[in-house]
């Protein structure tokens, strides 16, 4: 059997030696034909390798650009987050407002910014009181960069010392008789914004009753039972919570609504910046807006005004010192005679 | 470059197991270069060590993939008729009767043992080199080497 | 067809042009695209992301059909096109899901 085995393997080991050895002198290729074959592939190769690094890389800017206008177009992200911020201005600012279809976006890497012009209602005409550019890293907002055009514009940072509207149970900084001198000393035939704080909480249609005509009421300062004390609970200043008190025209204002009344417009705009409090939060001057509970409080209590904005000429606005529900005044912008 | 110079030196081999693959020169011309292509796009992803039983690894891949891409595709008796055309290196090979007789006869072997043959008896690659080409077990491979091996002889003897 | 049939000597060799050509073309137009998003043109150049894609696109699909070499350039070519015509779709897409105004 072995001997079997190894006559077999022996015939076949010189049947192979004999084929191989005939063949084995061929040179199928020239010494220039191989060269050329490995030449070829290598340049073959190396400009594969080329381009598909290049591919790679070029991919990576569309695909990240890709993946961040996905992101926010899914589920409205963008729309919405431009809706909070817009939101939080009319409630937070007085008598201030804003026209959304002017409002412009970029959407870079993962990053959104949005950028608008606030007006202000000073007489019958909007003025332009600034500008808000807002960064968002994806949902995740930047402190705004504002820059406002006012000759006396609010702090950014709020204060006791240097608010404008306050509750009938907290102290008035500033010198009563100083802001009835300004108005006063200014001269006929200009237009007034100035800042009224009242001397008990009332119902705004009350309020409205209580105003002589020919004057605008155009912000609503609303008791949300902080204001007594003008921190929240933890020590940080804030600021009044209110809304226009006028119907508003421009298109896509939330204030433009023939079956909501502005009251349940607030109402509904709270409870939005509410559940997204640290957007709202970041666009609002005040740090902190303690919505939960603030909104709670107005839900329980009602609507009472305690401070707001009026507009008129300034012959008009000097009619206020009369009316005894006034506690306090404080003159905010003077423009040239628009009223009529 | 070293490398390359060590490629050269194997075109030969590799033109002669691809056409012993596949039987056709115009096929196995285009393997070889297709394999050195390979051979340096993906030079990257390997730690070489045997460069020698590595390109044959590509030229194996190169042929096996050709097979996969064309499924209608038949290794043919090569045409008399193209022996009649300028010289080439296949004209070279064909007129090594013996050659192309044991071809014939590996090719004629079940698909395994044809390789293991044609690697380890006429390429003369290691035991080891073979299985890490084909992916085969050792003990596997001899056992396909010893079978092949047999039944080659049985044909040879009945041609006689 | 089968491959023993063709004995056509020359350029028969490695990626087939039509997938190399389409490859070429997807690259150009994703560099014109990085180009137009790196500096943030609001307009896009359509050509970088219509038609070139389109053309490509058809030169990969000559080149996956026609059994030569290897396909991977056209392979390569046909996805980096049909990904530039799925951008364009996904960005107007997107872009009217972003601050639409009529």
Not at chain 1, 96 to 116: A, P, Q, R, Y
Not at chain 1, 154 to 181: C, G, M, R, Y
Not at chain 1, 254 to 278: G, M
Not at chain 3, 87 to 92: N, Q, R, W
Request: net charge neutral; hydrophobic share 40%.
């Amino acid at each position: 059997m072995s001997e079997d085995k190894n006559q077999f393997e022996d015939d076949y080991q010189k049947l192979l030696n004999e084929t191989l050895n005939e063949v084995s002198e061929i040179q199928s290729y020239s010494k220039k034909s191989q060269t050329e074959i490995v030449t070829i592939g290598k340049n073959m190769a190396r400009r594969t390798n080329i381009m598909i690094s290049l591919a790679i890389l070029l991919l990576i800017v569309p695909i990240m650009t890709l993946t961040t206008y996905l992101y926010y177009a899914i589920g409205g992200r963008a729309d919405h987050l431009i809706d909070v911020v817009t939101k939080t201005i009319y409630v937070t600012e007085p008598n201030m407002g804003l026209e959304k279809l002017k409002l412009e976006d970029e959407v870079g890497f993962f990053s959104m910014n949005i950028t608008f012009d606030v007006f202000k209602r000073i007489g019958k005409e909007d003025y332009r009181a600034g500008n808000y550019k807002l960064d968002f890293f994806l949902d995740h907002p930047n402190f705004p960069k504002k820059n406002m055009l006012l000759d006396r514009p609010l702090p950014e940072i709020p204060d006791k010392e240097t608010e404008v509207l306050f509750h009938p149970k907290a102290s008035i900084p500033f010198n009563q008789t100083d802001q009835w001198d300004i108005l006063n000393k200014l001269p006929d035939g200009t237009v007034a914004e100035v800042y009224v704080s009242l001397n008990e909480l009332m119902k705004p249609d009350v309020l409205q009753k209580q105003l002589p005509k020919n004057m605008e009421l155009r912000w609503l300062a609303v008791d949300t039972g902080m204001e007594a004390a003008q921190v929240d609970k933890g020590g940080v200043p804030i600021t009044p919570l209110g809304y226009p008190a006028q119907y508003d025209p421009t298109i896509w204002s939330p204030f433009r609504s023939y079956d909501q009344t502005n009251e349940e417009v607030f109402l509904d705009i709270l409870s939005l910046l509410e559940k997204n409090q640290p957007v709202a939060e970041k666009v609002a001057r005040a740090k902190s807006l303690a919505l939960k509970s603030r909104l709670a409080y107005i839900k329980k209590q009602g609507i009472n005004v305690y401070g707001a904005v009026i507009t008129g000429p300034t012959e008009e606005l000097r009619k206020l010192q009369n009316i005894k529900e006034i506690r306090a005044l404080k003159v905010g912008e003077v423009k040239l005679w628009n009223w009529e | 470059m070293e490398l390359d110079q060590v490629y050269r030196d194997n075109v030969n081999d590799l033109y002669r197991y691809l056409y012993s693959l596949s039987k056709d020169h115009f096929i196995a011309e285009d393997l070889v270069q297709e394999s050195f292509y390979r051979a340096y796009l993906h030079l990257e992803d390997y730690e070489i060590s045997n460069i020698r039983a590595w390109l044959f690894k590509v030229a194996y891949h190169a042929f096996i993939d050709l097979l996969r891409k064309n499924k209608r595709f038949v290794i043919q008796e090569p045409k008399e008729e193209r022996h009649s055309s300028k010289e080439t290196p296949e004209k070279r090979l064909l007129e090594k009767e013996s050659f192309q007789l044991l071809i014939n006869d590996i090719h004629s072997l079940k698909e395994q043992e044809k390789h293991v043959l044609l690697l380890c008896d006429l390429h003369q690659l290691s035991y080891s080199e073979a299985a890490e080409i084909l992916e085969m077990n050792l003990n596997t491979l001899k056992s396909h080497l010893h079978r092949g091996r047999k039944k080659v002889m049985e044909k040879v003897k009945e041609r006689k | 067809m089968e491959l023993g049939v063709k004995k056509k000597r020359g350029d028969r060799r490695l990626p087939t042009i039509s997938g190399f050509l389409s490859f070429l073309v997807a690259l150009i137009s994703l560099a014109g695209l990085n180009v137009a998003l790196l500096i943030k043109e609001k307009v896009f150049p359509g050509v970088f992301i219509i038609q070139l894609p389109i053309v490509g696109f058809f030169l990969g699909v000559i080149g996956l059909f026609t059994l030569k070499r290897s396909r991977l350039y056209a392979i390569w070519g046909l996805s980096l096109n049909i990904f530039l015509l799925i951008f364009t779709l996904l960005m107007i897409i997107s872009s009217l899901g972003i601050n639409y105004k009529p």
